[in-house]
């Protein structure tokens, strides 16, 4: 069964706007982080942020911010003011069994943001 | 300053070949990972490592192989037994800290000639 599920294969934004992308996923550990990944054209995977299944509020870094609605199994990552230099494949991931040493992320299919100027 | 690398950067393959892809790291992480990306695609686990000398497989291990002798190397051997080895290889290491998530290097391209 698919762990991590991003429906959007594609994402258009202008840029100035915010974009959300959308990301659910399916575990029944209780503890357990949410990661997204920015993948630029180079293919480096570059850490934007984190949400674990304990935190009380929204993570927030700098303009990426994660709607994490605990219930639904859902942690979209929010742009807000897009830039250029945003388009890029955008990943969210998983890692289970969180406070395990050497837990392995589960990764989704990604979504390929294009920053429209 | 500390981090991950991966070499080469591109490397060819002819078909019945194998090849050794090199990870090193110099951030005194214990956990180390193996991830394939084809175009378009997620990432998927080859093989982990979380100690020296001990390894184990992930998802598609299957025409790979790895060894753990140092805690800094963890090399990937594509061998001819992988029916399809044209990808992008990432290797990590895990981050102790408070979002326990990876360090990636900047990976391998692989393509069968």
């Known amino acids: 069964a698919q762990k991590i599920t991003q429906t959007q294969p594609g994402m258009f934004v202008q840029e100035k706007e915010a974009v959300t992308l959308d990301c659910t996923y399916d575990?029944?550990?209780?503890?357990?982080?949410l990661f997204w990944y920015k993948q630029p054209s180079s293919g480096e995977m570059i850490f934007l942020i984190y949400?674990?299944?304990?935190?009380?509020q929204n993570a927030t870094e700098g303009r990426y911010s994660l709607n994490f609605q605990k219930a639904r199994k859902s942690a979209n990552l929010v742009i807000s003011a897009s830039q250029l230099g945003d388009s890029a494949m955008y990943f969210c991931a998983m890692r289970e069994a969180l406070y395990n040493q050497g837990g392995k992320l589960i990764f989704g299919q990604g979504t390929e943001l294009s920053v429209k100027p | 300053d500390g981090g991950i690398t991966q070499s080469p950067k591109y490397l060819f393959r002819k078909e019945g070949q194998n090849v050794t892809l090199s990870c090193e790291q110099n951030l005194n992480h214990d956990a180390m990972y193996w991830y394939r990306q084809d175009p378009g695609q997620g990432l998927r686990l080859i093989y982990y490592?979380?100690?020296?000398?001990?390894?184990q497989k992930g998802d598609i291990a299957e025409g790979y192989s790895v060894s753990r002798e140092k805690k800094e190397s963890f090399p990937l051997t594509v061998t001819s037994a992988q029916k399809n080895p044209t990808a992008f290889y990432l290797c990590a290491t895990l981050i102790q800290g408070p979002n326990y998530g990876y360090t990636f290097g900047s990976g391998t391209r692989l393509t069968v000639v």
């Open positions: 575990t029944s550990d209780p503890s357990y982080g």
């Open positions: 490592s979380q100690i020296v000398n001990d390894f």
């Open positions: 949400q674990g299944s304990y935190d009380q």
